[in-house]
C-alpha cells in the first residue's frame, strides 16, 4: 500500500489533521452506493442453509402481515354483520389468531437465523481481515496505525453485525410488505392506488439524495470514532510516560478535541438522518391521510364497502410504515457500507513482500550463510534517507559477526533485511547461495531466531511465551531453555508455575526478566541463524554474564549477528563490523580496531568501561 493512496488506513495523528479532505477524495472514488456491502453479500452466501431458512422466514412473516388486514376486512364485513353467524365469527377470529401464531413463530426462525448470520458474518470477516494483516510486512504497520486498524476491527464490524442480523432483514421485510401491499391496494381501489403510486417517487427521490450526504458523513463519523479508540489504546498503554511527565491535562485536552471532532461529525450525521426520516414520514403518511380522505368519501357514497376500506386504511398503513422504516433502515445500511468499505481496504491488501509463484527451496541441511551484495535500502516512510548504501557483507556458516556503530548507522536494518521484512531497493540478499527474494519467507525465518533488543511479550501464559519459538516444545524443553537463559528461578517463584499468565506485554514481570524469556525462546527455535540485537542490554551485571555465557554455549556451530554494546559480546566475536551512515566503515577484532584509532575506538571510549580492557 502506498502512502498516498485515499483509500489506505491513515494514522491516528494524521487523520484527525486531514480529515475533510481524506472523506471528500475517498468519497469521490468509492462513489455513492451501497457497493461496499457486497463483500458481506459474498460472507453471507457461504451459509446457504441459513439463508434459505431466514429467507422463508422472511417471506411467510411479510406474507401473513400483509393478510392480516384482509383478516380484518372479513370480520368487519362478515363478523359484525346484522345477524352473523356465530360459527362464522368464530371461523375468522380463529383465523386472525392462526395468523397472529404464524406471524410470531416465523419471526423467532427468522430473527435466530439472521442473527446467527450476523454473528457468523463478522466472525469470518474479522478472521479474513486478521489473517490477511498478519501477512503483511512492518512496512505496511509504518504506513497505517495498527491502533486505527484494531479500531476497525472492533466498531466498524460490530456496525456490520447490526447490518446484517438486523437491517438488511428489516430492509427486506419493509419492501415486500410494501410490494405485497401495493398489489393488495390495486385490488381493492385502483383509483386510490394509483394516486399512491404516483406518490411514491415524491417519496423515494429524497431518500436517494438524502442518502448520498448520509453515506458521506457515516464513513467519515466511524473515522472519527477509530482515531478515538486508537488514542485511548496510545495514551492508556503510556499511563506511566503520561503521568511522569505530568501531561495528563494536555492528553485529555487533546482527546476532548478527538471527541468534540467526532460529535461534530455525528451530529452532522443525525441531522440529515432525523431531516430525512421527517420528510419521508411526512410525505408518506401525508400521501396516506389524503388517500383515506378519498376513501372516507368512497364510503360515504356506497362505492365500496366498510370492510373494503378498512383493509384498505389497514394495508395503506403498513405500506407507509414500511417506506417511513426503508427510510430508516437506508441510514444504517449506508453506514454499514460505510464500514464495509473501511474493513475491504484492508481485506484487499496485497502484501509486498510475499513468496514467489514457485519459490526455491532452501538447500537442507542449513548452512547458514548469509550474504549482502551491493545492498540498498530506503525505508518506505523515509525515501529521503538511505539507511544502507552499497553494502557488501559475506557471513560464513558458524560465525559470530558484531555489528556496531552509532544510532542511525543501519545495524537494525541489517536485521530486518535478512529475515526479510524489507526487500532492498538494489543489490542481492543471499542465505545458503539462494537469492532471498527467490525463497518463501516463511522458509527463510523459520532458519532465524530472533532476540530483539526489549522483549515482547504476549498476554499469554508464560509457557506460551517461551514455547513461541517451539510450539510443540515440551515442558522439559522449556525448563532447559529457561534455565540456560537465567530465567528458571523467577518462572519456579510464579503463583501457578509456567501456566501464571504474564499480563499484557508481560506487565507482572521485570524488564530483565521479559528479556530473558525472550532469550529462551530463541533457544527454543533452536534455527542455525541468530539475531540478537542487543540480547543482553535489559539484564543486571550478575543475569548477564550468566545468560552471555548460555549465549555463548548456544551460539557455537551456529552463525550469529550480534548488534551489542556490551564488551563481552563484542571482544569475543570472529569478527566485528563498524557502521556509519549505512555504510561499513571497520572491519576486524576487538583489538585490532581499538588499536587503529578510527570510529570504533572513539564509541569504545564513551560506550565501554576502558578499565575492564
Do not use: C
Not at 468499505?341 to 541441511?365: D, G, H, N, V, W
Not at 539507511?387 to 552509532?406: C, H, S, Y
Not at 547461495?433 to 526489549?454: C, K, N, S, W
Request: hydrophobic content about 45%; overall charge neutral.
Amino acid at each position: 500500500m502506498s502512502a498516498s493512496s485515499a483509500n489506505s488506513p491513515r494514522p491516528a495523528q494524521d487523520a484527525s489533521q486531514s480529515a475533510g479532505a481524506a472523506d471528500a477524495t475517498e468519497q469521490a472514488k468509492q462513489g455513492k452506493s451501497l457497493g461496499p456491502l457486497r463483500m458481506v453479500w459474498r460472507a453471507a452466501v457461504q451459509y446457504p442453509g441459513r439463508l434459505a431458512a431466514a429467507g422463508a422466514a422472511l417471506i411467510v412473516t411479510s406474507a401473513t402481515t400483509a393478510s392480516v388486514p384482509w383478516g380484518f376486512r372479513q370480520v368487519v364485513d362478515k363478523g359484525f354483520a346484522r345477524g352473523s353467524d356465530p360459527a362464522t365469527i368464530n371461523f375468522y377470529f380463529e383465523l386472525l389468531i392462526g395468523m397472529v401464531i404464524l406471524l410470531a413463530i416465523g419471526t423467532a426462525v427468522r430473527f435466530y437465523n439472521v442473527s446467527w448470520l450476523g454473528e457468523r458474518v463478522v466472525a469470518d470477516i474479522r478472521l479474513a481481515v486478521q489473517r490477511n494483516l498478519l501477512r503483511q510486512p512492518p512496512a505496511f504497520f509504518e504506513e497505517n496505525s495498527p491502533k486505527e486498524i484494531s479500531s476497525r476491527m472492533t466498531s466498524d464490524t460490530s456496525l456490520i453485525e447490526q447490518v446484517v442480523g438486523t437491517t438488511v432483514s428489516v430492509a427486506l421485510r419493509n419492501l415486500i410488505t410494501a410490494i405485497v401491499g401495493v398489489v393488495i391496494l390495486f385490488f381493492l381501489a385502483p383509483k386510490l392506488t394509483a394516486m399512491l403510486v404516483i406518490a411514491i417517487p415524491v417519496v423515494v427521490g429524497p431518500i436517494v439524495w438524502f442518502g448520498r450526504r448520509l453515506r458521506r458523513e457515516s464513513r467519515s463519523s466511524q473515522d472519527r470514532i477509530a482515531d478515538i479508540g486508537a488514542m485511548v489504546s496510545e495514551v492508556l498503554g503510556a499511563a506511566k510516560v503520561v503521568q511522569a511527565f505530568n501531561q495528563e491535562t494536555r492528553e485529555a485536552e487533546r482527546f476532548a478535541g478527538a471527541v468534540e471532532r467526532s460529535f461534530e461529525t455525528a451530529r452532522r450525521r443525525i441531522t440529515i438522518r432525523s431531516t430525512m426520516t421527517s420528510v419521508v414520514m411526512g410525505l408518506v403518511f401525508g400521501a396516506l391521510v389524503l388517500l383515506m380522505w378519498r376513501g372516507a368519501n368512497g364510503v360515504a357514497s356506497g362505492e365500496i364497502s366498510g370492510g373494503i376500506i378498512a383493509q384498505f386504511v389497514l394495508t395503506g398503513a403498513l405500506v407507509a410504515g414500511a417506506f417511513g422504516s426503508l427510510s430508516e433502515v437506508y441510514g444504517d445500511l449506508v453506514r454499514g457500507a460505510g464500514a464495509a468499505s473501511r474493513l475491504s481496504e484492508l481485506l484487499s491488501e496485497r502484501p509486498a513482500i510475499a513468496a514467489p509463484a514457485k519459490p526455491t527451496a532452501l538447500p537442507s541441511p542449513a548452512r547458514g550463510a548469509l550474504s549482502f551484495e551491493s545492498v540498498t535500502f530506503r525505508y518506505p516512510t523515509r525515501p529521503e534517507v538511505p539507511a544502507l548504501v552499497g553494502f557488501d557483507l559475506k557471513i560464513e556458516p558458524g560465525e559470530t559477526v558484531a555489528i556496531v556503530g552509532p544510532s542511525g548507522a543501519g545495524k537494525s536494518t541489517i536485521f530486518q533485511l535478512a529475515e526479510r521484512f524489507y526487500d532492498p531497493q538494489g543489490g542481492i540478499i543471499k542465505l545458503d547461495g539462494v537469492p532471498l527474494t527467490h525463497a518463501d519467507p516463511a522458509a527463510i525465518r523459520e532458519r532465524m531466531a530472533l532476540v530483539p533488543q526489549e522483549g515482547v511479550l504476549f498476554a499469554a501464559s508464560a509457557r506460551d511465551n517461551l514455547r513461541y519459538g517451539n510450539w510443540d516444545a515440551s515442558d522439559e524443553a522449556i525448563w532447559a531453555a529457561a534455565r540456560a537463559a537465567n530465567a528458571e528461578s523467577f518462572l519456579r517463584e510464579l503463583p501457578e508455575g509456567l501456566d501464571t499468565f504474564l499480563g499484557e506485554n508481560g506487565a507482572r514481570l521485570s524488564g530483565g526478566q521479559r528479556q530473558r524469556i525472550a532469550i529462551a525462546r530463541a533457544i527454543l527455535r533452536d534455527a542455525p541463524i541468530l539475531l540478537l540485537d542487543e540480547a543482553t542490554s535489559a539484564l543486571d551485571a550478575e543475569s548477564e554474564a550468566l545468560v552471555q555465557e548460555a549465549l555463548e554455549h548456544l551460539m557455537q556451530g551456529r552463525t550469529t549477528l550480534v548488534i551489542a554494546h556490551r564488551l563481552a559480546t563484542v571482544r569475543q566475536a570472529d569478527r566485528i563490523v563498524v557502521m556509519e551512515g549505512g555504510r561499513i566503515v571497520e572491519v576486524g577484532r576487538h583489538e585490532d580496531l581499538s588499536r587503529a584509532g578510527g570510529l570504533y575506538a572513539r564509541l569504545a571510549s564513551l560506550q565501554f568501561d576502558e578499565s575492564r580492557l
